[in-house]
Structure formats: C-alpha cells, structure tokens
C-alpha cells in the first residue's frame, strides 16, 4: 500500500513538472527592450544636444472659436514669448515648463502643441526668452547669485536640437533684450553689479552699479535703457526710484515706504505708503514732472508696458480693490488674491479700456500676473497665480 501510494506521488509531479515546462517554453516572452506606456516624464538621462522632436497629431489649443480670452495650456509655465521665426506667418509662442524646464512650442495658426526640449532641469525657478526663439535662460533656484543655465536651440528642417551649457557666473535677476542680449546682475560687497553678455558673441561688457543690494528691476528691452531700480517692495522699507539710461544713474524724485513702480521714458506709474493708505501717482516725465493722482488701484507688479506704443501700459486689477499697507508682500506670499479684469491705461490721457472680465468671459476668476504684451501690440499673453498656466487675450478675434 505505502509503495502505490509513492509510484502515485511520483507520477503526479512528473506530470506537473511537464505541465510547467510545457508552460513555460510555449508561452512568447519578452526581450530586454520591454515596451511600456509613454508617462511623459522625460528624458531623465537627458543626452544634450540630441535630435529631439515630440509630435503633437491634434490640436491643443482651440483656434477655431472666436473668444477674444483663452486658455493656452494646462501646463504650469515659468518664462514665455510670443516669437518670430524667419518669414513665417504663424504667431508662435514658446514658453519653459515650470518643474521640469522642458522647452515647448504653440502654434497659434494650428493650434499645436510641441516640445522641442526634454532636458529636464531640476529647480528652475524663472525663465527668460529671446525674440527668435534661439535661446533660453534659466535660472536654478530662487535668491542671490544663483546659476543660470543657457538653452540654445537650433531648429532644423527634420529635428530640433537643444543644448544646454552653464553660465559661467551665478547671477541675481536677469532679462533678454529685443536685440538677444543677456542682461543680468550679481551681488557683491558694494552692492550690485549690472552687466551684458552678447548670446551671439559669448562677449561680456559691464552696464552699470547698483549701490545697493536686493534690488527690483524693470528691465528695458533695450540694452541702453531705460532700466527702472528701486528696492525690493517692503512695507517697511523706505524705498527710492532710480533710473539707468545709457549707462547714467539717476535718482527720480520718487520716494517712499513699500515703493514699486513701472515706467518707460514718457511716465511712471507707482504706488507707496502714505499716512498709512496704499496710494498710486502717475510722474510726468516727458513734459514738467508733475504728479498726478490716480482714481483705480492697482499694483505695479501687475502691470506691463507695450512695445508697441510708449503711452500705453497693461494692468490687471478690480475697480472694487483695496490694498493695505502690505498689499504687496501679501500678494507675493500668497496671502491675498485677486480677481483681476484686464485693463488697457493711457496714463498721458488719463483713460483706461477694460478688455477683458475673465469671471464674466470665461465664468472663472484669474489672479493674473507676468503680463507681456506682443509686438504688435493686439495680443496680450499672461499666466495665472493659482496654477501659472497661460492665457492670451486677442485684440482681433471675431468676439
């Protein structure tokens, strides 16, 4: 009995050793190069300078209505420019991906969508563009004399290369000029330097000096000026406006607690603290300096100039706003928020235009900020504070 019992144990796993063998060997498997599902998430290894083309087969953004406002992406965007590419017809805007610095490209005829970097960039905190497109700045991480990163991308008939290379100086604040000039600023122990570096020519020349640290600057698109300075906003700091043309510091007759401005060589809007009220002036620098003030709110740091003509400015407020004394540092921090209209101002004929209501345009409330205003002036471009994705407002849309 104990040895029938064995033969039958031995048999039933001979069997079910040829079960599994049998299993085994018939089934197809798997070679090394496995497939998996596309997670977007980069090319984490990031070969520099390698062709790099991500197809976009349909649209992403809708260019068949006729809303004047519109959502460009879902994506969270650092820098962005309108740009232009040779002759080309297309209004296109490229823009850098908060996150990961993956450099994108919107057609604004077709409704595309493409990326044309995937170096991933880990800690890009801000991001500037140069009118053609050519090149990126990036800067890694927030504060003083952080590194900075420069992305030149070169677009050929069948791919589109980018490479990276670092800036060999750790920079402060930074621009791009209209004429593709790097504008940037170090600290050092008497304050703060200001110098260029021609991107074409890898040459560099010194600007100007800052005596002061912490510096707010309004960069011209000009290399020559003129550049707005003040100290960063500060409700208790007493702050005062300055201006560089040409190499020339000049102090303007602008002063006071938690100052911030925007201006161009026709006039300056401002706001500062007085006798404890958030209040904002106008200066008339083109004609005797006169003051002037200014019946809707606003904070500087929302507004933007146009290129297109040097009597206009962009700013985003609600007539119903109020600010406090530290309206500044709170919208910084994210403590307060706002439901901003977009608002053309002629400062020169004390007009302003509202252009768009997004609440009442789109049914949702956008706190805007980093306002840029294209060439031409009809479209405006800005991102939201919530989810910084980015917006176009169309001066010539049907509606």
Request: charged share 20%; proline share 4%; aromatic share 10%.
């Amino acid at each position: 009995m104990k040895r029938s019992i064995i033969i039958l144990t031995i048999t039933l796993l001979l069997i079910s050793i040829g079960i599994w063998v049998y299993v085994f060997f018939s089934t197809p498997q798997t070679n090394s190069t496995e497939t998996f599902s596309d997670l977007n998430l980069g090319d984490t290894t990031d070969t520099l300078g390698q062709p790099f083309r991500e197809p976009s087969e349909q649209p992403v953004v809708d260019v068949t209505g006729p809303e004047k406002l519109r959502q460009l992406t879902t994506r969270p965007v650092l820098g962005y420019r309108d740009i232009m590419v040779g002759t080309s017809s297309d209004r296109l805007v490229q823009f850098v991906e908060a996150g990961t610095g993956h450099i994108y490209l919107i057609n604004l005829t077709t409704g595309a969508e493409e990326r044309i970097s995937n170096n991933t960039i880990v800690g890009v905190a801000s991001a500037a563009i140069s009118l053609d497109g050519r090149y990126v700045a990036v800067k890694i991480g927030h504060g003083l004399n952080k590194n900075v990163q420069i992305i030149t991308v070169d677009r050929q008939a069948d791919s589109n290369r980018a490479v990276v290379t670092e800036f060999p100086v750790a920079v402060t604040d930074f621009s791009i000029t209209q004429a593709g000039e790097l504008l940037y600023t170090q600290s050092n122990t008497l304050g703060t330097a200001a110098s260029l570096y021609d991107l074409e020519t890898k040459t560099t020349r010194s600007l100007f000096n800052i005596p002061f640290v912490d510096a707010a600057i309004r960069w011209s698109a000009d290399a020559a000026g003129p550049h707005l300075i003040y100290p960063k906003t500060a409700s208790q700091l007493e702050g005062y406006l300055y201006e560089v043309m040409n190499g020339v510091f000049t102090r303007l007759p602008i002063s006071g607690y938690g100052l911030s401005a925007v201006g161009n060589e026709q006039f300056v809007l401002y706001s500062k603290i007085e006798n404890t009220n958030y209040i904002n002036r106008t200066l008339w620098r083109a004609s005797d300096s006169t003051v002037d003030g200014i019946s809707y709110p606003y904070l500087p740091d929302k507004c933007s100039l146009s290129p297109h003509s040097s009597t206009t400015v962009v700013c985003a407020f609600s007539i119903g706003d109020t600010f406090s004394t530290t309206a500044a540092e709170d919208w910084y921090s994210g403590i307060v928020s706002y439901q901003d209209s977009l608002w053309e101002v002629r400062p020169l004929e004390n007009a302003i235009i509202r252009l768009s209501d997004p609440l009442a345009d789109v049914g949702r409330g956008i706190d805007i900020q980093n306002i840029v205003v294209s060439q031409s002036g009809e479209q405006i471009y800005f991102t939201s504070k919530q989810d910084r994705s980015l917006w176009l407002y169309d001066k010539v849309a049907s509606n």
